[in-house]
């Protein structure tokens, strides 16, 4: 029996970065053996132990074999009979399929650590095509790593889309990966990856109609509305933004994709024309409450938070009460947040400052310097409730009005010079 640090954990240690977890593979070993060593078994669907004092994953060396369509069309063999390289050959990457023995020997049949240099993504064998969950993983490591695709990898994830292997992903496992992706410090690359394989048509087919649809340049130097969104998303990891954040960077502007030709480049509407699509990505993905919600609000609002200074003061509490600013003042925020990534993700305007945000916070905070249960005491020992809601809207009114009417004369004074 023979254990070995395999995978990840191997891949990070060579690349000079912190071993986060560490999974084990056992070979020479079966059931028996590792239960006799007082190991814990956890695999439902493979043959998976823990370790009974440090309590990491052992698993035993296993080959598969394709039986279905889908990520979960498998059968797996694991005996003594496995050897380390057939258990490395069935894993997805060059860079995944190394192992380290007990002495620090580094064992690497596929070339990992040349790949690992070279910076490139490259298949072990072509049974990558038998797990579609792969071309999402494929990409979200080269949102990671801004690695390249071996060209023969993403020939065969192209195939893989044609042969209609990423229809068959589940939406929790597609939002699984997504939202890995996401989080990575180059998810515009991810998106990028999955376009260029055809995978993003199949499988967020919203996001991929904005390629090619054409913005008012001096709006968008950028011009295409794909790229745009590109690099709102880039934008938003590059400000450190939240999962829920990110996401709705990734969508707030599908609403494009439904701009009637004849308008084009303009886009009057797209904020409402977005909504739909962006409710039918929700429900396909399966999204969390907290991302699909904050999705929703940033590109049915996004505009108008851009143009506070255009606004009345009734128009400002309106939307304050529509977006529920009162009550959840967190997410209106994020929301905020969002519109800065927004702003920010175009051609040459990185810095480009945004105090709309600040404003849009003042104004939330100066409605609520009304005393709501005050008012509305005084209005029920008058026997005047029902003027409640109308007297505290006047009373917010009355504090938003000198600041809106401030800030609207500041950005009088900037144009003029």
Same mark, same amino acid.
């Given at each position: 029996? !023979?254990?070995?640090?395999?995978?990840?954990?191997?891949?990070?240690?060579?690349?000079? +970065?912190?071993?986060?977890?560490?999974?084990?593979?056992?070979?020479?070993?079966?059931?028996?053996?590792?239960?006799?060593?007082?190991?814990?078994?956890?695999?439902?669907?493979?043959?998976?132990?823990?370790?009974?004092?440090?309590?990491?994953? %052992?698993? +035993?060396?296993?080959?598969?074999?394709?039986?279905?369509?889908?990520?979960?069309?498998?059968?797996?063999?694991?005996?003594?009979?496995?050897?380390?390289?057939?258990?490395?050959?069935?894993?997805?990457?060059?860079?995944?399929?190394?192992?380290?023995?007990?002495?620090?020997?580094?064992?690497?049949?596929?070339?990992?650590?040349?790949?690992?240099?070279?910076? =490139?993504?490259?298949?072990?064998?072509?049974?990558?095509?038998?797990?579609? $969950?792969?071309?999402?993983?494929?990409?979200?490591?080269?949102?990671? %790593?801004?690695?390249? =695709?071996?060209?023969?990898? =993403?020939?065969?994830?192209?195939?893989? $889309?044609?042969?209609?292997?990423?229809?068959?992903?589940?939406?929790?496992?597609?939002?699984?990966?997504?939202?890995?992706?996401?989080?990575?410090?180059?998810?515009?690359?991810?998106?990028?990856?999955?376009?260029?394989?055809?995978?993003?048509? $199949? @499988?967020?087919?919203?996001?991929?109609?904005?390629?090619?649809?054409?913005?008012?340049?001096?709006? /968008?130097?950028?011009?295409?509305?794909?790229? /745009?969104? @590109?690099?709102?998303?880039?934008?938003?990891?590059?400000?450190?933004?939240?999962?829920?954040?990110?996401?709705?960077? +990734?969508?707030?502007?599908?609403?494009?994709?439904?701009?009637?030709?004849? =308008?084009?480049?303009?886009?009057?509407?797209?904020?409402?024309?977005?909504?739909?699509?962006?409710?039918?990505?929700?429900?396909?993905?399966?999204?969390?409450?907290?991302?699909?919600?904050?999705?929703? @609000?940033?590109?049915?609002? /996004?505009?108008?938070?851009?143009?506070?200074? !255009?606004?009345?003061?009734?128009?400002?509490?309106?939307?304050?009460?529509?977006?529920?600013?009162?009550?959840?003042?967190?997410?209106?925020?994020?929301?905020?947040?969002?519109?800065?990534?927004?702003?920010?993700?175009?051609?040459?305007?990185?810095?480009?400052?945004?105090?709309?945000?600040?404003?849009?916070?003042?104004?939330?905070?100066?409605?609520? !310097?009304?005393?709501?249960?005050?008012?509305?005491?005084?209005?029920?020992?008058?026997?005047?409730?029902?003027?409640?809601?109308?007297?505290?809207?006047?009373?917010?009114?009355?504090?938003?009005?000198?600041? !809106?009417?401030?800030?609207?004369?500041?950005?009088?004074?900037?144009?003029?010079?």
């Amino acid at each position: 029996m !023979q254990t070995y640090l395999v995978g990840g954990a191997v891949r990070d240690y060579l690349l000079g +970065l912190p071993v986060k977890d560490r999974d084990w593979v056992v070979v020479g070993a079966d059931a028996q053996t590792m239960l006799a060593q007082g190991f814990q078994p956890v695999g439902k669907d493979f043959p998976v132990f823990l370790h009974p004092e440090t309590h990491e994953e %052992y698993a +035993l060396a296993r080959t598969e074999r394709k039986t279905a369509k889908g990520y979960a069309g498998f059968s797996f063999h694991a005996d003594k009979d496995v050897t380390l390289e057939q258990d490395l050959m069935r894993r997805d990457l060059t860079i995944n399929a190394m192992a380290q023995d007990a002495g620090g020997k580094i064992i690497d049949p596929f070339g990992g650590q040349r790949d690992l240099a070279a910076g =490139i993504l490259r298949h072990v064998s072509p049974a990558f095509a038998e797990d579609p $969950v792969r071309i999402l993983r494929t990409a979200r490591f080269a949102a990671r %790593y801004r690695f390249e =695709i071996a060209e023969e990898t =993403i020939k065969l994830m192209r195939q893989m $889309v044609e042969n209609g292997e990423a229809d068959a992903l589940v939406a929790e496992r597609v939002w699984q990966e997504l939202a890995k992706g996401l989080m990575e410090k180059n998810p515009r690359k991810m998106i990028e990856v999955l376009r260029e394989c055809g995978a993003l048509k $199949v @499988l967020l087919p919203e996001v991929n109609a904005l390629f090619g649809v054409p913005q008012r340049a001096d709006y /968008h130097p950028e011009i295409d509305s794909g790229i /745009h969104t @590109l690099m709102t998303l880039q934008r938003a990891a590059d400000m450190g933004l939240s999962l829920p954040e990110r996401y709705a960077a +990734l969508l707030h502007d599908l609403g494009k994709a439904k701009t009637p030709p004849d =308008i084009l480049p303009r886009h009057h509407g797209h904020d409402l024309a977005g909504v739909e699509p962006v409710r039918e990505v929700n429900q396909r993905l399966r999204a969390p409450k907290h991302c699909a919600e904050l999705a929703e @609000l940033v590109c049915r609002w /996004h505009i108008i938070f851009h143009q506070v200074g !255009q606004l009345k003061s009734q128009t400002i509490l309106n939307v304050l009460k529509k977006t529920d600013a009162f009550r959840r003042p967190e997410r209106f925020q994020t929301a905020l947040n969002v519109c800065i990534a927004d702003t920010q993700g175009r051609l040459n305007r990185e810095h480009t400052p945004y105090p709309q945000r600040a404003h849009w916070l003042a104004l939330l905070e100066a409605a609520n !310097q009304a005393d709501s249960g005050k008012i509305a005491a005084e209005c029920r020992a008058q026997g005047k409730a029902h003027l409640i809601a109308e007297q505290i809207d006047r009373m917010r009114l009355a504090q938003i009005a000198p600041l !809106q009417k401030a800030f609207q004369a500041a950005q009088d004074k900037t144009e003029k010079h």
